[in-house]
């Protein structure tokens, strides 16, 4: 089946720092991929949409100028946290829905730890 | 790690009759999240459980979790076209989430 990685799947940073998270589609092409943030126990938050060569679409409350979000290719897709912050640490999640968009796989997740 | 079986992968339903998904795990679960994700779009929160045996209602959705809580189930009863999609349980741990595989329901109308 379908499988959608992320990389890496740890992250411990410093505060000010900027964390790149890869989310790749194995075996098929994403036109989209989305990115969620999930504190512990609670729900996923849909942070943005990320349609392959456009700009992604932010969720109201999400700050564009601090998760840069890139589609480059069909099957990449970045997200990074500028500057970080403690408050910025977070379980951060990719999906992508492949051709036709009927079904959305989920990647592994990221745990982001920012001191 | 912990896994979440989610069962039956597909289901089609004529309009009127009931569904149900189930997801089930060989370990205690600590609560348990279920989404929808409507054709072309994202998950969508619909609820949380994380008492055992705790039952909640949303209109014609009814969810579960069991008295072990090993397991847990969505139940719509009669079904409405604008209830197809594709509904995931999840298990939000501190430090993971575990996914089902999600259940696409069709309606026929």
């Known amino acids: 089946g379908a499988v959608v990685s992320q990389h890496p799947s740890w992250v411990i940073c410093k505060s000010g720092t900027s964390v790149k998270i890869e989310c790749r589609s194995l075996d098929f092409q994403a036109t989209t991929m989305f990115w969620y943030r999930q504190f512990p126990k609670q729900s996923l938050m849909l942070m943005a949409t990320?349609?392959?060569?456009?700009?992604?679409?932010?969720e109201q409350g999400v700050e564009k100028d601090k998760f840069l979000i890139n589609h480059a290719s069909l099957t990449l897709s970045t997200l990074t946290v500028t500057s970080a912050h403690p408050e910025d640490s977070s379980f951060y999640i990719c999906?992508?829905?492949?051709?036709?968009?009927?079904?959305?796989?989920f990647g592994p997740g990221t745990r982001l730890l920012v001191l | 790690g912990q896994q979440v079986m989610q069962i039956p992968q597909y289901q089609h339903v004529q309009e009127g009759e009931d569904f149900t998904t189930y997801c089930n795990s060989s370990t205690t679960l600590s609560n348990i999240q279920w989404y929808k994700q409507r054709p072309g779009g994202h998950p969508v929160f619909l609820i949380q459980?994380?008492?055992?045996?705790e039952v909640k209602k949303q209109k014609r959705l009814t969810f579960q979790f069991g008295e072990a809580k090993k397991n847990s189930s969505l139940h719509i009863t009669a079904t409405q076209t604008t209830d197809v999609g594709t509904y995931f349980c999840?298990?939000?741990?501190?430090?993971?989430?575990?996914f089902g595989k999600g259940t696409k329901l069709s309606v026929i109308p």
């Open positions: 999906s992508a829905m492949g051709l036709p968009q009927e079904t959305q796989y």
């Open positions: 459980l994380v008492k055992s045996g």
């Open positions: 999840v298990v939000a741990g501190s430090y993971q989430l575990t």
């Open positions: 990320s349609n392959e060569g456009s700009k992604a679409t932010y």
